[in-house]
């Protein structure tokens, strides 16, 4: 067992400092308004620096900067930004453990998390994408004898990024490793929870990258975001966060014709047919450990396993152990490693999540474990805790329907193989799902029938670089990581070229 100082006493690892700038044109650059907002940490609930508070002139000076860098950027050979690329990765390794800290007091989440998962899979993923942009091929048609059609990939050219504080690094990493390798350069906004840690993470980075390639403005997303996302200098805006807010930031693109990704909400079945059953056997454990999946995090995944479909036959037995496997979850300082669930990331998505616990009991949904906050008394007394909550009812309900975002997960049966299908259908959302089943035709079938972007198959959370991740239906539009974003940060540019010496069959 480790437990990390917190930032500020001695011994720490990290030094936040008291006040953030933004990150322009590779300098710390302070607003144009004069500005600053406080930035607390869920851990304590209590204000540890203030951050810049960006505007449009903040966003214009970044996007300056990064119309100045593009070029250069955008002709660098894809073995000269993967050499950067990995650097990266190779600094964040170096800096593991400082990293993670910062992200938990930024964030709120588990150190043990931080450590094992968030930041390890942020360095895999610069590390991926370096390998990704130099085995990447263009294509060749030929047209005829004479006539070759020749597909490039270009750069975009200057792209926007807004991304959301459940995940404050990896998100970031998530947008910025493709869009780097594909030779683009940015100006991203971070979540106005969560600025800090990626302002220690370009502390530590920034000097890898020429001055102007990523800029970073922080601020409000109607401040901030919303001159980023609308501005015709942009070729492509990236966001993660709420579907409402996807809906405007595709408004906002629609003005400008410039592609859109969008990773939003989600509602996840988590499917569990009756011969996952036994009374003791590691498969039965595995399971388990899936449907504790939605503590994960906080709950705070866009992902989160939230509704636990399972079959009537078992239903009784296995609420019985799973509600045993989720009463050991161990709940404390966020720095101790033995810690599992950490602190809500904000106030406000802890009220949020409070609301859903009343909403949930005024519907009638039954409480089989938590449902209350989680008092840790001491100096966490002021923190974002919530007892990790399983309701029992029906799919109709808002418990069921309903985007909660918290460590909640609502439990209901269903009777045969079309009847789970159908309730895991049962949702506006396409994010992700999970099925649990020691029948690989089972699994494969209802893999294939649900509509979610990814499924789990007999694992849950799991996020490896090379496998595509987005949403079918309102949960969002493109996938990330995988190849397949590379796409996403490029254009085509096709040379059609005829090497005929006379004008004969000319048309
Ligand atoms: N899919 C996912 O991964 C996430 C889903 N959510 C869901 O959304 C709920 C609300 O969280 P919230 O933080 O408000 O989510 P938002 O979608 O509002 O925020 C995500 C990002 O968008 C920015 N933003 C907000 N409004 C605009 C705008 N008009 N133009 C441009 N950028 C904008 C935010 O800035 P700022 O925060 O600085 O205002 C933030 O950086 C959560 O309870 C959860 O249900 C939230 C986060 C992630
Ligand atoms: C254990 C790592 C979890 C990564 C989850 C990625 C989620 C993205 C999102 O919420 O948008």
Request: charged letters at 20%; hydrophobic letters at 40%.
């Amino acid at each position: 067992m480790t437990v990390y100082a917190a930032p500020g006493q001695p011994d720490s690892l990290v030094t936040f400092k008291s006040r953030y700038e933004h990150y322009i044109g590779g300098e710390w650059v302070p607003p144009v308004g004069g500005q600053y907002f406080e930035n607390v940490t869920p851990i304590t609930g209590k204000a540890f620096c203030e951050v810049a508070r960006g505007t449009a002139a903040d966003i214009d000076a970044a996007l300056d900067a990064a119309h100045a860098a593009a070029p250069a950027w955008g002709q660098t050979s894809p073995a000269e930004r993967a050499v950067i690329l990995n650097k990266i990765a190779d600094r964040m390794e170096q800096n593991l453990e400082l990293i993670a800290v910062a992200e938990t007091w930024d964030n709120g989440k588990a150190v043990r998390e931080t450590l094992n998962a968030d930041i390890p899979l942020a360095i895999d993923h610069f590390r991926y994408f370096a390998g990704a942009i130099r085995a990447q091929e263009g294509g060749l048609s030929q047209i005829n004898e004479d006539m070759v059609a020749y597909h490039f990939h270009e750069p975009l050219g200057v792209v926007g990024q807004i991304i959301p504080w459940n995940f404050p690094i990896l998100m970031a990493t998530w947008k910025l490793a493709p869009a780097l390798a594909a030779g683009n350069a940015i100006v991203l906004k971070p979540a106005e929870q969560t600025p800090a840690s990626i302002l220690v993470l370009f502390e530590l980075i920034g000097d890898l990258l020429p001055a102007g390639v990523v800029n970073i403005v922080n601020g409000f997303g109607a401040e901030a975001g919303k001159p980023l996302a609308t501005s015709p200098r942009i070729r492509k805006i990236a966001f993660t966060g709420e579907t409402t807010t996807g809906r405007l930031i595709m408004q906002y693109a629609s003005e400008n014709i410039i592609p859109v990704t969008l990773e939003l909400g989600g509602k996840s079945p988590n499917l569990f047919f009756e011969d996952v059953m036994a009374q003791d056997d590691a498969y039965f454990d595995k399971a388990k450990e899936g449907f504790t999946m939605f503590a994960l995090n906080q709950g705070e995944v866009c992902t989160c396993p939230s509704r636990a479909l399972i079959q009537e036959s078992i239903a009784g037995a296995f609420l019985d152990a799973v509600v045993e496997r989720t009463e050991l979850i161990t709940r404390g300082n966020p720095l101790d490693t033995d810690t599992m669930m950490g602190a809500q990331a904000s106030n406000d998505q802890f009220e949020k999540i409070r609301s859903y616990l009343d909403i949930g009991k005024q519907e009638g949904a039954q409480v089989l474990t938590g449902g209350e906050v989680a008092d840790l008394g001491g100096e966490f007394a002021d923190g974002f805790y919530i007892q990790p909550t399983i309701f029992r009812g029906d799919n109709s309900m808002r418990i069921f329907q309903e985007e909660i975002f918290g460590p909640v997960v609502s439990a209901t049966t269903f009777t045969d193989f079309d009847d789970a299908v159908r309730i895991a259908n049962d949702t506006l959302y396409g994010l992700g799902a999970g099925v649990w089943s020691r029948s690989g035709n089972t699994a494969y079938r209802a893999g294939r029938a649900i509509q979610a972007g990814r499924v789990w198959v007999n694992n849950y959370h799991a996020y490896p670089a090379h496998a595509a991740f987005g949403g079918y239906k309102s949960s969002g539009i493109g996938r990330e990581n995988h190849l397949m974003m590379l796409d996403h940060y490029q254009q085509t540019k096709n040379l059609l070229v005829s090497y005929r010496e006379s004008a004969d069959g000319f048309f």
